[in-house]
């Protein structure tokens, strides 16, 4: 029966005599077995195995020994000595970064706070200003109510009068003045009217707006690569045994993976080119190619199909109106209604895009410059440079609103003809035309899930904000579509295609309509954050 090995006796350090046979002196080595034996052990448990006397072995490992007391000395105790005194740098690093971040976190927080203060006051004044025109108008209408009441018990006593005692002629005149369309009943005021319905679950919104929170590498187990000393024991190791050691370390290291953050609703060929591209509010979109304007379903299907005489440069849908609007090659701007174009309004110059905005003011973009106009063509405002001023928009090619804060994105091709420097870019401007930021393609060199993300120079081509204030930006070189916080930071990469990004647009449900290569429509679904 075989010995459990917990029963294997051992020898204890500094014991002298053998293990096996008792008082027997351990002054021989076996070779084989790399341990101390008596003279005894070489007739049983180490019989036939190579055996050296012990004092023939001992000078190389004394020499071993003075070689790891003279290694550790110069080598690991240094090195240790160095991780020991940096412990000091990195407790003051730490406590500096994590002040730093709390100070930053802080602020952030009391910025959103003034700006909900903000928000609030400006709500309760427009609310003040509506109760005060409401209050004007209904005191008008009781005094004409009251006006109104008293002639007509004037005009009572009148006819009583003329009754009682009025001659043929007065009472003809009477009956004349009766039913004389002079008079009326005062028409009831519109007043203004207001919601408020308090968001239930604010939480997203407010991580938007709170910022991004990132935290790596807190509880992880370096690997030799990460750590440059190693230890005397490491360095007697032989390669293969420092190779599975490393293994074992790696396999320690925790490894995280993202989940799918966009997925492809639907993907269809259309059955017309598709220029640009804007949604409808009952999942519908116009797209426009050429001349010609077509409706389309989710699927695909044409609902509907308009051509123009003169070719349409882009298209904007009304959120006031639902209307479709376009500018065309012959500077017209023209509103679609039951199924014809009608003209609103001409520009000087050519229009390049479009944007019908909230407040139902319809912004057109020329070169060097963007304009505000009323639906009936006068200009509120513009953003053409005085004099030999550098033009805030050089190229305009698309323009999309914000529809929470009202700020406005134009894709800019910055073309050296208009003033521009030749690099795409998109800028974001305020209600005033004043610039907020502009956004030009960078990419943080930490965001690095694909191979994609080194690629060619940066050319947006379709920009639409979705419900949140996000942008997104069609970039048509790089086959893709690049999600943008409303401040102008990166967040991410929605989608990347194998052909060229032509439009973008958002439905009421935030599902994302992307036109590759013309005619490929995917209809993704994307997350915001």
Same mark, same amino acid.
């Given at each position: 029966?075989?010995?459990?090995?917990?029963?294997?006796?051992?020898?204890?350090?500094?014991?002298?005599?053998?293990?096996?046979?008792?008082?027997?002196?351990?002054?021989?080595?076996?070779?084989?077995c790399q341990e101390l034996v008596c003279l005894k052990c070489l007739s049983s448990t180490h019989k036939s195995h190579p055996v050296s006397e012990l004092s023939e072995i001992t000078p190389q490992k004394e020499t071993d020994i003075k070689n790891f007391i003279d290694r550790t000395e110069k080598n690991d105790l240094v090195q240790i000595e160095k991780y020991i005194a940096s412990t000091d740098t990195l407790l003051k690093d730490n406590t500096s970064t994590f002040e730093k971040l709390s100070q930053k976190l802080k602020m952030q927080t009391d910025q959103l706070k003034q700006q909900l203060d903000m928000l609030t006051e400006?709500?309760?004044?427009?609310?003040?200003?509506?109760?005060?025109?409401?209050?004007?108008?209904?005191?008008?209408?009781?005094?004409?109510?009251?006006?109104?009441?008293?002639?007509?018990?004037?005009?009572?006593?009148?006819?009583?009068?003329?009754?009682?005692?009025?001659?043929?002629?007065?009472?003809?005149?009477?009956?004349?003045?009766?039913?004389?369309?002079?008079?009326?009943?005062?028409?009831?005021?519109?007043?203004?009217?207001?919601?408020?319905?308090?968001?239930?679950?604010?939480?997203?919104?407010?991580?938007?707006?709170?910022?991004?929170?990132?935290?790596?590498?807190?509880?992880?187990?370096?690997?030799?690569?990460?750590?440059?000393?190693?230890?005397?024991?490491?360095?007697?190791?032989?390669?293969?045994?420092?190779?599975?050691?490393?293994?074992?370390?790696?396999?320690?290291?925790?490894?995280?993976?993202?989940?799918?953050?966009?997925?492809?609703?639907?993907?269809?060929?259309?059955?017309?080119?598709?220029?640009?591209?804007?949604?409808?509010?009952?999942?519908?979109?116009?797209?426009?190619?050429?001349?010609?304007?077509?409706?389309?379903?989710?699927?695909?299907?044409?609902?509907?199909?308009?051509?123009?005489?003169?070719?349409?440069?882009? @298209? *904007?849908?009304?959120?006031? =109106? $639902? /209307? +479709?609007? !376009?500018? #065309?090659?012959?500077?017209?701007?023209?509103?679609?209604?039951?199924?014809?174009?009608?003209?609103?309004?001409?520009?000087?110059?050519?229009?390049?895009?479009?944007?019908?905005?909230?407040?139902?003011?319809?912004?057109?973009?020329?070169?060097?410059?963007?304009?505000?106009?009323?639906?009936?063509?006068?200009?509120?405002?513009?953003?053409?440079?005085?004099?030999?001023?550098?033009?805030?928009?050089?190229?305009?090619?698309? @323009? *999309?609103?914000?529809?929470? =804060? $009202? /700020? +406005?994105? !134009?894709? #800019?091709?910055?073309?050296?003809?208009?003033?521009?420097?030749?690099?795409?870019?998109?800028?974001?401007?305020?209600?005033?035309?004043?610039?907020?930021?502009?956004?030009?393609?960078?990419?943080?060199?930490?965001?690095?899930?694909?191979?994609?993300?080194?690629?060619?120079?940066?050319?947006?081509?379709?920009?639409?904000?979705?419900?949140?204030?996000?942008?997104?930006?069609?970039?048509?070189?790089?086959?893709?579509?690049?999600?943008?916080?409303?401040?102008?930071?990166?967040?991410?990469?929605?989608?990347?295609?194998?052909?060229?990004?032509?439009?973008?647009?958002?439905?009421?449900?935030?599902?994302?309509?992307?036109?590759?290569?013309?005619?490929?429509?995917?209809?993704?679904?994307?997350?915001?954050?």
């Amino acid at each position: 029966m075989a010995t459990a090995i917990s029963q294997i006796p051992l020898r204890i350090k500094g014991q002298t005599t053998c293990i096996h046979h008792r008082g027997r002196q351990l002054d021989l080595y076996c070779e084989k077995c790399q341990e101390l034996v008596c003279l005894k052990c070489l007739s049983s448990t180490h019989k036939s195995h190579p055996v050296s006397e012990l004092s023939e072995i001992t000078p190389q490992k004394e020499t071993d020994i003075k070689n790891f007391i003279d290694r550790t000395e110069k080598n690991d105790l240094v090195q240790i000595e160095k991780y020991i005194a940096s412990t000091d740098t990195l407790l003051k690093d730490n406590t500096s970064t994590f002040e730093k971040l709390s100070q930053k976190l802080k602020m952030q927080t009391d910025q959103l706070k003034q700006q909900l203060d903000m928000l609030t006051e400006q709500t309760l004044s427009l609310y003040r200003k509506m109760e005060e025109d409401n209050t004007n108008l209904i005191k008008k209408y009781k005094q004409d109510l009251e006006m109104y009441e008293k002639q007509l018990k004037q005009q009572i006593q009148e006819c009583k009068a003329a009754l009682q005692r009025g001659s043929h002629l007065q009472i003809y005149d009477t009956y004349c003045e009766i039913h004389s369309p002079t008079q009326s009943l005062p028409v009831k005021p519109v007043l203004g009217t207001a919601n408020f319905t308090p968001n239930e679950n604010p939480q997203d919104h407010l991580k938007e707006a709170f910022g991004k929170v990132i935290t790596s590498g807190q509880g992880q187990i370096l690997t030799d690569q990460d750590r440059s000393v190693k230890t005397s024991h490491d360095l007697g190791q032989t390669s293969s045994q420092q190779q599975q050691s490393g293994a074992k370390v790696k396999k320690a290291v925790k490894t995280y993976k993202l989940l799918p953050m966009t997925k492809v609703v639907e993907e269809w060929e259309s059955p017309c080119g598709i220029y640009s591209i804007c949604s409808t509010t009952d999942g519908q979109v116009w797209t426009q190619y050429s001349d010609t304007l077509t409706l389309l379903d989710r699927k695909g299907k044409v609902i509907q199909e308009v051509r123009h005489s003169a070719g349409v440069n882009d @298209i *904007s849908l009304s959120l006031t =109106t $639902h /209307t +479709l609007w !376009v500018c #065309d090659k012959q500077n017209n701007i023209m509103e679609l209604v039951s199924g014809r174009l009608t003209h609103r309004f001409r520009t000087k110059e050519f229009p390049k895009c479009i944007c019908v905005t909230a407040s139902n003011h319809v912004i057109v973009g020329m070169a060097k410059h963007i304009s505000k106009f009323t639906t009936d063509g006068k200009m509120v405002c513009t953003t053409m440079a005085k004099g030999t001023g550098k033009p805030l928009v050089c190229s305009p090619h698309r @323009i *999309s609103e914000c529809p929470v =804060t $009202h /700020t +406005l994105a !134009v894709v #800019d091709f910055s073309s050296e003809s208009d003033g521009g420097d030749g690099n795409q870019h998109v800028v974001v401007m305020d209600t005033d035309f004043k610039e907020l930021f502009v956004y030009r393609g960078d990419i943080p060199s930490t965001y690095k899930p694909t191979p994609q993300t080194e690629s060619e120079p940066f050319y947006p081509w379709g920009v639409v904000y979705d419900s949140v204030g996000n942008l997104i930006i069609g970039d048509y070189n790089n086959y893709r579509v690049l999600l943008i916080s409303g401040g102008g930071e990166f967040l991410r990469v929605i989608h990347t295609d194998t052909d060229c990004t032509w439009a973008v647009g958002v439905d009421r449900e935030d599902v994302l309509w992307a036109v590759f290569g013309c005619i490929n429509v995917k209809l993704l679904q994307y997350s915001s954050v």
